[in-house]
T-cell receptor, first 114, second 111 residues
Framework: NAGVTQTPKFQVLKTGQSMTLQCAQD?????MSWYRQDPGMGLRLIHY???????DQGEVPNGYNVSRSTTEDFPLRLLSAAPSQTSVYFC?????????????FGPGTRLTVL | LAKTTQPISMDSYEGQEVNITCSHN???????ITWYQQFPSQGPRFIIQ???TKVTNEVASLFIPADRKSSTLSLPRVSLSDTAVYYC????????????FGAGTTVTVRA
């Protein structure tokens, strides 16, 4: 199993440009999440999904859109990039087993907005 | 959602035991406690999860007192490779996917 994969690993955008960060998992997990991590800080939740066709906002959703058309894929779209969106973005999928659950994280995408 | 408080940083030496305490005074009856580890330039990795008393796996132990208002992650005999940020999360076991992580505890292990 590849686990959680993210592309690209690095990206530089100009202010106002749009792009999509890709995330895929092959573990058949229903729950997936997107986080951003700024230097020296923890991970802040952007959006999450509890299954195909179902998404919801997290702590910092402004400027980002998500969709979940399949169980495997959960892309994150930046509508109009701003320097404040410079960050490292992590995607995660969650194994949910009732009394036990575990998040599996991708390697991250490092985004710089000029 | 239960708010957690952890020390910002801790220093240790190789071979010592490291104990990181997380306070979560308003933990709910259905909440579980989960710890993650993050190395630089990597995503977090699950370490351990528990509800009460003590949980142990091949990596760490988690101690939870009866009132569950705090928990302690114990890393036995640390090595340089245990230098990382450690995060404590508190939430319903099935809801971790919608929790933000706090700043965590930066553990630095020295030779």
């Amino acid at each position: 199993n590849a686990g959680v994969t993210q592309t690209p690993k690095f990206q530089v955008l100009k202010t106002g440009q749009s792009m999509t960060l890709q995330c895929a998992q092959d573990m058949n997990h229903e729950y997936m999440s997107w986080y951003r991590q700024d230097p020296g800080m923890g991970l802040r939740l952007i959006h999450y999904s509890v299954g195909a066709g179902i998404t919801d906002q997290g702590e910092v959703p402004n400027g980002y859109n998500v969709s979940r058309s399949t169980t495997e894929d959960f892309p994150l779209r930046l509508l109009s990039a701003a320097p404040s969106q410079t960050s490292v973005y992590f995607c995660a999928s969650t194994f949910e087993g009732g009394t036990y659950n575990e998040q599996f994280f991708g390697p991250g995408t490092r985004l710089t907005v000029l | 959602l239960a708010k957690t408080t952890q020390p910002i940083s801790m220093d240790s030496y190789e071979g010592q035991e490291v104990n990181i305490t997380c306070s979560h005074n308003n933990i709910a009856t259905n909440d579980y406690i989960t710890w993650y580890q993050q190395f630089p330039s990597q995503g977090p990795r699950f370490i351990i999860q528990g509800y009460k008393t003590k949980v142990t796996n091949e990596v760490a132990s988690l101690f939870i007192p009866a009132d569950r208002k705090s928990s302690t992650l114990s890393l036995p005999r640390v090595s340089l490779s245990d230098t990382a940020v450690y995060y404590c999360l508190v939430g319903q076991g099935s809801n971790d996917y919608k929790l933000s992580f706090g700043a965590g505890t930066t553990v630095t292990v020295r030779a």
